[in-house]
């Protein structure tokens, strides 16, 4: 079965820090970029971060530029966000996502965790 399973999100004050981690299934994992998204209440689903299949050129939107990490760990078939320096503006679900072609098609989402930042 296809799966992708997050995990790591909760609640922080604005300055602090979270990992993301997303667990994909072999068969998802070895054929895409991985990226996540993010939804915040009464929001579109945004763009955050991807990286390719060999974990190789790492994108950002511009908001989290510097102080969000995108990796990739292809023998655990995990991705994980690093969050640091976390802002209010910052709290949203965050979506785990997986391509076999552009991020203008999503294959695969997971089910979302949600990240809290308090001011």
């Known amino acids: 079965q296809v799966q992708l399973l997050e995990s790591g999100g909760g609640l922080v004050q604005a300055g602090g820090s979270l990992r993301l981690s997303c667990a994909a299934s072999?068969?998802?994992?070895?054929?895409?970029?991985m990226g996540w998204f993010r939804q915040a209440p009464g929001k579109e689903r945004e763009f955050v971060a991807a990286?390719?299949?060999?974990?190789?050129?790492?994108y950002y939107t511009n908001s989290v530029k510097g102080r969000f990490t995108i990796s990739r760990d292809n023998i655990e078939n995990t991705v994980y966000l690093q969050m640091n320096s976390l802002k209010p503006e910052d709290t949203a679900v965050y979506y785990c996502?997986?391509?076999?072609?552009?991020?203008?098609?999503?294959?695969?989402w997971g089910q979302g965790t949600q990240v809290t930042v308090s001011s």
């Open positions: 996502a997986a391509t076999e072609g552009s991020w203008d098609e999503v294959n695969y």
């Open positions: 072999g068969r998802i994992f070895s054929n895409s970029a």
């Open positions: 990286v390719s299949w060999s974990g190789g050129s790492p």
